[in-house]
């Protein structure tokens, strides 16, 4: 029977308490039983879909247990592995942590697995975009890639396919929060701000998360950071090499003839990018800085960031109404997101709002000079407005068909409107592509009324 290993390296571990089952514990829950593990599972709001699969898997599924039952069963368990995104105020992190069980990572279970080359990439925001970058940067230069992690491929399970050479980890802090093993080849940290403090207890444990992703460099790995970010610049590792990306002297650069260069010489000139946003800039040479690092060729990186097609939800421009252009930049989840778009822009009429991680979403102001006005949407209308009312015009909207009327109405002459919420998007939406797509939907109907002269929403014009 296979076994696997123990997080302190003792006795392997056999029995695992998975706590919450969301895609990545489900496969977490069937990569242990192939191995010979024993799994329990615990899960506070299942639906009959977890509870068909865990009866297909022969687990028994404990809903919502007492403080007391979770105890007992974590007192009967070698370790726990917690589902990425539970709160670290949950019970079972205090009490594994009393009971001395550790609590392990799905990347930790990748890494006792796998021996195989790991590129990891963290940050507040970009993460999607840079891992994207990096994997077609590698295809081109003949190296088989595969995104794993805080995607649609848990990291457990991407480790199945043995043609893959090198695994591109996109590392959230939930995932890192933990890790005992984790420790990747290439580590780049893109960039931190505030975000997800529902979910880690305070901002600097989701600092001290994040810097996980250098915990356990050697001499062999490459540090990848940006320069012009303190916090980050702050966990850099005594060990290992570091290359830096950013302005300044940077090792990756936008040098004085606009062109982006790394240690080696120019890769290519910033107008030849798919497209140059500051942050689409700052991405690309985050991107260019690790494919490099993992063993990319120079014409390989050129040939990704000259036709990278760009994410969905990202600053993608929808449909264009009287003269302004309408963006879904839905993707935008954070205050610091939201700035970096806006500063793309001269001049934008903001959609804002959506359910707050509990951030200070007044710091989107500091690009109040990048707004004409504001839509405010969602629970945290009230705290879009308050932060903008002193200093631009802001209406608030009951839905998102209302808040593309005003937003088009406020931006006759031509200004771009811009939906990025600075907020997730779990108050009207399953998810932040449910909220661009309903935008989109929404910029679309709002055309062909436009077009059949419908009525539109009332209100003034901008103050």
């Given at each position: 029977m296979n076994t696997t290993s123990s997080p302190s390296g003792s006795a392997p571990s056999r029995r695992w308490l998975l706590v919450g089952m969301g895609v990545t514990n489900r496969a977490v829950a069937g990569a242990l039983l192939r191995r010979g593990g024993s799994v329990a599972v615990v899960d506070e709001n299942p639906d009959d879909?977890?509870?068909?699969?865990?009866?297909?898997?022969?687990?028994?599924l404990v809903e919502s247990p007492s403080t007391d039952q979770l105890a007992d069963m974590i007192s009967r368990t070698d370790s726990v592995v917690p589902a990425p995104g539970l709160p670290e105020s949950?019970?079972?992190?205090?009490?594994?942590?009393?009971?001395?069980?550790?609590?392990?990572?799905?990347?930790?279970?990748?890494?006792?697995?796998?021996?195989?080359?790991?590129?990891?990439?963290?940050?507040?925001?970009?993460k999607t975009t840079v891992v994207e970058l990096v994997l077609d940067c590698l295809g081109r230069s003949g190296i088989k890639a595969v995104g794993a992690g805080n995607t649609e491929i848990p990291m457990v399970s991407a480790i199945d396919d043995r043609s893959v050479?090198?695994?591109?980890?996109?590392?959230?802090?939930?995932?890192?929060?933990?890790?005992?093993?984790?420790?990747?080849?290439?580590?780049?940290?893109?960039?931190?701000?505030?975000?997800?403090?529902?979910i880690h207890s305070s901002l600097d444990a989701y600092e001290a998360s994040k810097a996980k992703i250098w915990a356990r460099c050697s001499q062999s790995t490459t540090a990848v950071a940006n320069a012009d970010d303190p916090a980050v610049m702050a966990h850099v590792p005594a060990m290992g090499d570091l290359v830096t990306f950013g302005s300044g002297d940077a090792d990756w650069r936008v040098d004085e003839d606009g062109a982006l260069r790394g240690p080696d010489g120019p890769v290519l000139r910033q107008e030849e990018l798919w497209r140059s946003l500051p942050h689409d800039v700052i991405d690309a040479l985050a991107a260019a800085a690790t494919a490099t690092a993992a063993g990319a060729t120079r014409e390989a990186v050129a040939g990704a960031l000259r036709s990278f097609p760009g994410l969905a939800h990202r600053v993608q421009e929808v449909a264009t109404i009287d003269g302004s252009v309408f963006y879904d930049d839905s993707k935008a989840t954070t205050p610091h997101a939201t700035v970096s778009a806006l500063r793309g822009f001269d001049s934008v009429v903001l959609i804002a709002g959506g359910r707050n991680k509990e951030i200070d979403l007044s710091t989107m102001v500091s690009a109040v000079d990048h707004v004409a006005a504001?839509?405010?949407?969602?629970?945290?209308?009230?705290?879009?407005?308050?932060?903008?009312e002193s200093h631009r015009h802001v209406e608030t909207a009951s839905n998102m068909d209302d808040a593309v009327a005003r937003a088009a109405r406020l931006a006759r002459g031509g200004l771009p409107v811009?939906?990025?919420?600075?907020?997730?998007?779990?108050?009207?939406?399953?998810?932040?592509?449910?909220?661009?797509?309903?935008?989109?939907?929404?910029?679309?109907?709002?055309?062909?009324?436009?077009?059949?002269?419908?009525?539109t929403t009332p209100g003034g014009d901008i103050e």
């Open positions: 879909d977890l509870r068909d699969a865990c009866s297909k898997l022969g687990l028994e949950h019970a079972a992190f205090a009490l594994a942590d009393e009971a001395h069980k550790p609590v392990v990572s799905e990347l930790d279970l990748a890494a006792d697995w796998d021996d195989r080359p790991v590129i990891a990439i963290t940050g507040t925001n970009g050479e090198v695994f591109v980890v996109e590392a959230s802090s939930f995932r890192l929060a933990r890790t005992a093993r984790f420790r990747p080849s290439v580590a780049t940290w893109l960039n931190f701000a505030p975000d997800h403090l529902d504001v839509v405010a949407i969602g629970e945290s209308a009230d705290e879009v407005t308050r932060a903008f811009l939906l990025s919420p600075g907020c997730a998007s779990f108050d009207w939406y399953v998810n932040y592509g449910e909220r661009g797509r309903d935008f989109a939907r929404a910029v679309v109907d709002h055309s062909k009324s436009a077009r059949t002269g419908s009525p």
